[in-house]
Nanobody, 122 residues
């Protein structure tokens, strides 16, 4: 059974940091792109970036480039999203997803986790 399971969400102070984890299981992820999305209440799901499992290269949207970092532990089959300099605008539910193609579009992602809530507030 293919599963993506996120963890690590919670409450963070403005200017603080959180690291989210996405444990991936049930298949080989070689050739897949592991992405992070987020969705705030009343807004569309927003692509943040992806990590190529094969090449190890990440890609980020401009809005988070320099603040967020995606990395992988290929022994644990886990993808991470390190988030720094958090602001209240980063409050959302964060999802990891997997696609066989490099894409920013939700419809191209075959596998999704259940999400983890991040709240940034003082």
């Amino acid at each position: 059974q293919v599963q993506l399971v996120e963890s690590g969400g919670g409450l963070a102070q403005p200017g603080g940091s959180l690291r989210l984890s996405c444990a991936a299981s049930g298949r080989s992820w070689n050739g897949f792109f592991m992405a992070w999305f987020r969705q705030a209440p009343g807004k569309e799901r927003e692509f943040l970036g992806y990590f190529s499992w094969s090449s190890g290269k990440p890609y980020y949207v401009d809005s988070v480039n320099g603040r967020f970092t995606i990395s992988r532990d290929d022994i644990k089959d886990t993808v991470y999203l390190q988030m720094n300099s958090l602001t209240p605008e980063d409050t959302a539910r964060y999802y990891c997803a997997a696609s066989p193609i490099a894409s920013m579009l939700t419809q191209n992602y075959n596998y999704w986790g259940q999400g983890t809530q991040v709240t940034v507030s003082s």
